[in-house]
């Protein structure tokens, strides 16, 4: 039991250490105004493998490399309290989910790295989304009336988060499976 608990500290111990360098890195690789997260990677096996508060744990890591990378800058330069809530709220949550729903499929773990690849971005989406509309809707109006959008939901949707998300959605589909897998076979031998 000692020695089990051991394993899961140190595994998530280098996935906390992954989810840090993939962030910083992932800070410089961008797509239109925002970062891409390749980070939820990670995060998704981490939470597939040692349960949600794992998950929750290493999405909490990613939101405060997010805080303090300045990847929130333009952001916090509007609302300091509701981009801090929305980072560490959409961050902790996506791992969160992952591995409830992780959990709920965990018979058959193939679909179950699926699902949770999947909910991790779309929590990680759908809570900026809520922030920006609690918090930003304003400032973020004006950024699509400056960029010539007529609505605001459409600016949102496909200025601020439309390619990102698809490609974190796609990323983590294709990549979480298969290293869930491997880590799975790895364990059972």
């Known amino acids: 039991m000692k020695n089990e608990k051991t394993r899961k500290i140190a595994a998530v111990g280098i996935l906390t250490a992954i989810v840090i360098v993939l962030q910083l890195m992932g800070s410089f690789i961008r797509f239109g105004p925002f970062s891409i997260s390749l980070v939820l990677i990670p995060i998704v096996v981490g939470a597939a493998l040692y349960g949600?508060?794992?998950g929750a744990f290493l999405g909490f890591v990613f939101s405060m490399v997010v805080l303090l990378?300045?990847?929130?800058?333009?952001?916090?330069?509007?609302?300091?309290?509701?981009?801090?809530?929305?980072?560490?709220?959409?961050?902790?949550?996506?791992?969160?989910?992952?591995?409830?729903?992780?959990?709920?499929?965990?018979?058959?773990?193939?679909?179950?790295?699926?699902?949770?690849?999947?909910?991790a971005p779309v929590v990680n989406t759908g809570m900026f989304l809520i922030g920006c509309?609690?918090?930003?809707?304003?400032?973020?109006?004006?950024?699509?009336?400056?960029?010539?959008?007529?609505?605001?939901?459409?600016?949102?949707?496909?200025?601020?988060?439309?390619?990102?998300?698809?490609?974190?959605?796609?990323?983590?589909?294709?990549?979480s499976p298969i290293i869930v897998r491997v880590i799975d076979m790895g364990r059972n031998r």
């Open 52 to 54: 949600p508060f794992a």
């Open 133 to 175: 509309f609690l918090f930003f809707l304003p400032t973020v109006s004006a950024w699509a009336q400056a960029l010539g959008f007529e609505n605001v939901g459409s600016y949102m949707i496909f200025g601020l988060v439309g390619g990102n998300f698809l490609f974190e959605l796609l990323t983590n589909i294709i990549l």
């Open 69 to 119: 990378s300045g990847d929130a800058a333009a952001f916090l330069a509007v609302n300091v309290f509701g981009t801090i809530l929305t980072v560490i709220a959409k961050g902790t949550l996506a791992g969160f989910c992952a591995g409830i729903v992780y959990r709920l499929f965990s018979r058959k773990p193939f679909l179950a790295a699926v699902m949770a690849a999947i909910s």
